[in-house]
Nanobody, 120 residues
């Protein structure tokens, strides 16, 4: 089990920046992969970015590659999502995700979500 708490969402103008934070209730070394997903109204929840907690390998959705950066602070058990050059289409609820391996699969854990609105 792990609890995830997100923060950092809000309203920002197009071209602006935000940094999201996700704090985990246990050492992130015990979590295999952490990531950020987003869900806009009427749409499915999609992967934005993820990072392996051991080697730090990252993956990004094509739509955010080059604008968003995921990083981790092992000492603080926190994962960040730095979002630059924000666009209106980035508006969504952003969810932190943790994947913990079990035999043959992963258990998924989710935060409560934080709203990001990009609008002038």
């Amino acid at each position: 089990q792990v609890q995830l708490v997100e923060s950092g969402g809000g309203l920002v103008q197009p071209g602006g920046s935000l940094r999201l934070s996700c704090g985990a209730s246990r050492s992130i070394f015990s979590i295999n992969v952490m990531g950020w997903y987003r869900q806009a109204p009427g749409k499915q929840r999609d992967l934005v970015a993820r990072i392996t907690t051991s080697g730090g390998t990252t993956n990004y959705a094509d739509s955010v590659n080059g604008r968003f950066t995921i990083s981790r602070d092992n000492a603080e058990n926190t994962v960040y999502l730095q979002m630059n050059s924000l666009k209106p289409e980035d508006t969504a609820v952003y969810y932190c995700n943790a994947k913990i391996a079990r035999i043959g699969a992963f258990n998924d854990y989710w935060g409560q979500g934080t709203q990001v609105t990009v609008s002038s």
